[in-house]
T-cell receptor
Framework: DAGVTQSPTHLIKTRGQQVTLRCSPI?????VSWYQQVLGQGPQFIFQ???????GRGNFPDRFSARQFPNYSSELNVNALLLGDSALYLC????????????FGDGTRLSIL | GENVEQHPSTLSVQEGDSAVIKCTYS??????FPWYKQELGKRPQLIID???NVGEKKDQRIAVTLNKTAKHFSLHITETQPEDSAVYFC????????????WGAGTKLIIKP
């Protein structure tokens, strides 16, 4: 079975631009969570979606938004990019929304110039 | 909200010896505690998790213990091998409606040959 897949693997943008990152969960998983990981730190929670509804939002500005599609795949959008948005963006899927093992994709490395 | 503290930040052990990493949490209602291993440049991988209705769980050389009274849980790795070198993260759920995992700051485990 395929694991969590994310695209693209790497992305270079400039300040002020917008970016869309994509995630396909493990087959059968209905929950997707997004994390930002800055080098040398643990993952920081951005969003969780379950059955196409937002179930949780971390402490990130409104420039960050996400959605989940009927096939449970998800997109993370970031507008008005700042240098500080440079990070590894990780997607994790789980069977349901609550206290279930989360399995991560390889992430999207976003660099802002 | 939940607060997770992880110690030590760096742990260096001789190959073949045991390693112990400890995390404390603040929310007594927390009931699910995963441990992740992240090698350099790779995704976090779930290595073991424990629920609050058990005190210990083992999987070959890896074990996790949970002390609900003291609100701490620990990762134990026995007979360490070079491939155990990585950063290890603990996490605990925020038990309000936010559904997010709160992560520790990570422990860099170095296995000396």
């Amino acid at each position: 079975d395929a694991g969590v897949t994310q695209s693209p693997t790497h992305l270079i943008k400039t300040r002020g631009q917008q970016v869309t990152l994509r995630c396909s969960p493990i087959s059968g998983h209905k929950s997707v969570s997004w994390y930002q990981q800055v080098l040398g730190q643990g993952p920081q929670f951005i969003f969780q979606y379950y059955e196409k509804e937002e179930r949780g939002r971390g402490n990130f500005p409104d420039r960050f938004s996400a959605r989940q599609f009927p096939n449970y795949s998800s997109e993370l959008n970031v507008n008005a990019l700042l240098l500080g948005d440079s990070a590894l963006y990780l997607c994790a899927s789980s069977l349901s929304e609550w206290n279930q093992p989360q399995h991560f994709g390889d992430g999207t490395r976003l660099s802002i110039l | 909200g939940e607060n997770v503290e992880q110690h030590p930040s760096t742990l260096s052990v001789q190959e073949g010896d045991s390693a112990v990493i400890k995390c404390t949490y603040s929310d007594s209602a927390s009931n699910y505690f995963p441990w992740y291993k992240q090698e350099l440049g790779k995704r976090p991988q779930l290595i073991i998790d424990i629920r609050s209705n058990v005190g210990e769980k083992k999987d070959q050389r890896i074990a996790v213990t949970l002390n609900k009274t003291a609100k701490h849980f620990s990762l134990h790795i026995t007979e360490t091998q070079p491939e155990d070198s990585a950063v290890y993260f603990c996490a605990a759920p925020q038990m309000d409606s936010n559904y997010q995992l709160i992560w520790g700051a990570g422990t860099k485990l170095i296995i000396k040959p």
